[in-house]
């Protein structure tokens, strides 16, 4: 509130020694501070009845809940679009990952369908068609 430094301090002691006269300083500066005291709580009494009449508390607490709900909003707002960023990226990797397999797809289909060949193969070679009987 007061930027006062010692300097300043030891000017108004040095007045005041002049002044009032080492017997009478003491009191004076016992009853400034007493003067001094009952002004700030005089000054704070006031400022809670006013607080108290306008409801400065409840105003406070208020915007600070307005506050608090605005920044939960846009954080949920910032998680849906990441993710909902985050899902589309991933959906489009999916499908060049499908694309990117698919060429690979057609040969090992054809590779895995049961083949004429093999019991032809069979049976040139002199092996009999039903080995388990």
Do not use: C, Y
């Given at each position: 509130?007061?930027?006062?430094?010692?300097?300043?301090?030891?000017?108004?002691?040095?007045v005041?020694?002049?002044?009032?006269?080492p017997?009478?300083?003491?009191?004076?500066?016992r009853t400034?501070?007493?003067?001094?005291?009952r002004?700030?709580?005089?000054i704070q009494?006031?400022?809670t009845?006013?607080?108290?009449?306008?409801?400065?508390?409840?105003?406070?607490?208020?915007?600070?809940?307005?506050?608090?709900?605005?920044?939960?909003?846009?954080?949920?707002?910032?998680?849906?679009?990441?993710?909902?960023?985050?899902?589309?990226?991933?959906?489009?990797?999916?499908?060049?990952?499908?694309?990117?397999?698919?060429?690979?797809?057609?040969?090992?289909?054809?590779?895995?369908?049961?083949?004429?060949h093999?019991?032809?193969?069979n049976?040139?070679?002199?092996?009999?068609?039903?080995?388990?009987?």
């Open positions: 509130m007061f930027d006062i430094g010692f300097f300043e301090l030891l000017v108004v002691g040095v005041g020694l002049l002044v009032i006269g017997e009478r300083l003491p009191e004076t500066v400034i501070a007493l003067w001094w005291g002004l700030k709580r005089g009494n006031t400022r009845e006013i607080e108290q009449q306008i409801g400065a508390d409840d105003i406070r607490r208020q915007l600070h809940n307005e506050e608090v709900m605005r920044r939960l909003e846009e954080s949920q707002e910032s998680i849906k679009r990441t993710m909902s960023e985050n899902v589309a990226e991933i959906n489009q990797a999916i499908e060049e990952s499908k694309s990117a397999l698919e060429p690979l797809n057609e040969p090992l289909s054809e590779s895995l369908k049961p083949s004429d093999s019991s032809e193969d049976q040139t070679r002199g092996a009999p068609a039903d080995q388990n009987r």
